[in-house]
């Protein structure tokens, strides 16, 4: 059948419709015309396949890379970029519309400062590949390994360092993991920053032969090299708090800014360091005048604690992940900066004692893609906290939770930032600010 796209989704795909029933077109942009195959249907909705192009639209541009609709990590390569950041910030105006009955100023979304080759991390499990180590992931709707030769997302230096990684593997003649014996190659992670880069090797129960180590140990830029057994079957996240350092420096190091960095392997940072330095500088313009007490919940290594740091007189970071915390009071030792503490713990629990005892000011919050749960919210709400900063990679969980905070709070300012060009993710600062009684 031939259909009119009239819309983009979250996920980023176009959006037609027949009957009234929505049909999610994949590839598709606003205004083409296109020839499609239903590939699944249900009550509510439908997923087609593009058959036929009737009508092109003028912001769709060839994609760069080959396996770009079997991969589905780049739903919007299809894309012109300066277009993608619009439907970035449609899909945030469709949340906060939809979730929260939001109707206000948006502003255009802030681009990255590259839209390829923007990625410092690396996170793919080996496959095996006509019998040799490769990477890919799995193809859109399967359970189908889909090989990655090179990735545009990735930095030419991160990406250049995993080919070497892989060729030393399989010049070792080393396999891909075999459940049924708990040994091999799972997964390979990559953190790097100019000229240095922290890898971390998933395996079964194998002792890595000290040969392959020293060939590893030889590649440039590799500065560090760690090991992390799981024999899980299927769980969610390979990555394992027990790593064993193979070789190299403990922290990987790296500089924001006027801010020195150190992280540990397993400590999260942002994938963008170009976007994350702007949403950094951005909160730190959105608080005028200096406070007594900023709070910053989820701190992860304490980032935007230390860009607040002459900001207040105090600022205290809460993160429960033990090596965020740990990497976050390294880095304020390597600043020199005495004003800002760290807790460990339960973002609710931790920020309940905090307020017990003193007056905050501002509470920056920037939760995990499932937004703040329900107990924190309910505290916030009655918190008596004069402006918090939400910032969000979930545009709907952000919409929800603002609903619930709009019982005592109004949003002041929405500003979109694109983190992952090529995708349809979009990251969000929201600042509002307690309404008056």
């Known amino acids: 059948m031939k259909l009119k796209i009239k819309r983009m989704g979250i996920n980023g795909e176009g959006i037609a419709y027949l009957n009234r029933k929505a049909i999610f077109v994949e590839g598709g942009i606003v205004n083409e015309v296109c020839d499609i195959e239903i590939s699944e249907e249900n009550k509510s909705y439908c997923k087609a396949k593009i058959i036929n192009m009737v009508s092109k639209s003028k912001n769709r541009v060839e994609p760069i890379c080959n396996v770009y609709e079997k991969c589905g990590g780049c739903s919007l390569m299809h894309c012109d970029y300066n277009y993608q950041l619009i439907i970035k910030r449609d899909i945030l105006k469709e949340s906060l519309k939809k979730y929260c009955n939001y109707h206000g100023r948006i502003e255009q979304t802030v681009k990255s400062q590259k839209d390829l080759f923007y990625r410092n991390k690396c996170n793919l499990p ?10 890919g992931l799995y193809q859109i709707d399967s359970n189908i390994y889909q090989t990655i030769d090179t990735c545009y997302l990735h930095s030419t230096k991160l990406e250049k360092l995993r080919k070497e990684i892989l060729e030393v593997l399989n010049k070792n003649s080393c396999k891909v993991y075999n459940q049924k014996e708990k ?205 918090i900063i939400y910032i969000s990679c979930n545009t709907a969980t952000l919409a929800k939770n603002i609903n619930v905070l709009s019982k005592n709070y109004k949003i002041n300012k929405v500003i979109p930032f694109d983190m992952f060009p090529q995708t349809a993710h979009v990251e969000t600062v929201c600042l509002m600010s307690r309404k008056e009684k």
């Open 183 to 387: 040994k091999g190659f799972r997964q390979l992670i990559i953190r790097g920053f100019n000229n240095s880069y922290q890898v971390v090797l998933i395996t079964g129960n194998d002792e890595i032969n000290p040969e392959i180590i020293n060939q590893l140990s030889k590649i440039e830029n590799l500065s560090s090299l760690y090991q992390g057994i799981n024999t899980m079957k299927n769980p969610i996240d390979l990555m394992v708090d027990n790593l064993k350092l193979l070789f190299g420096s403990k922290y990987i190091s790296f500089k924001l800014d006027d801010y020195q960095f150190q992280l540990l392997p397993n400590a999260f940072f942002q994938l963008n360091i170009y976007t994350a330095s702007n949403i950094y500088n951005t909160v730190k313009k959105l608080i005028n005048e200096k406070q007594k007490l900023i709070v910053e919940a989820y701190c992860g290594i304490g980032a935007i604690s230390m860009y607040l740091s002459d900001k207040a007189e105090r600022v205290i970071g809460i993160d429960i992940d033990e090596s965020a915390i740990k990497s976050a009071k390294q880095n304020c030792i390597l600043n020199n900066i005495t004003n800002v503490s760290f807790k460990l713990g339960d973002a609710t629990s931790q920020l309940q004692s905090i307020i017990s005892k003193n007056k905050v000011d501002t509470l920056v919050v920037d939760p995990p893609r499932k937004g703040i749960d329900d107990k924190l919210l309910n505290a916030l709400v009655e918190s008596g906290i004069d402006n």
């Open 126 to 135: 080996f496959l095996d590949n006509k019998g040799k180590l490769a990477n």
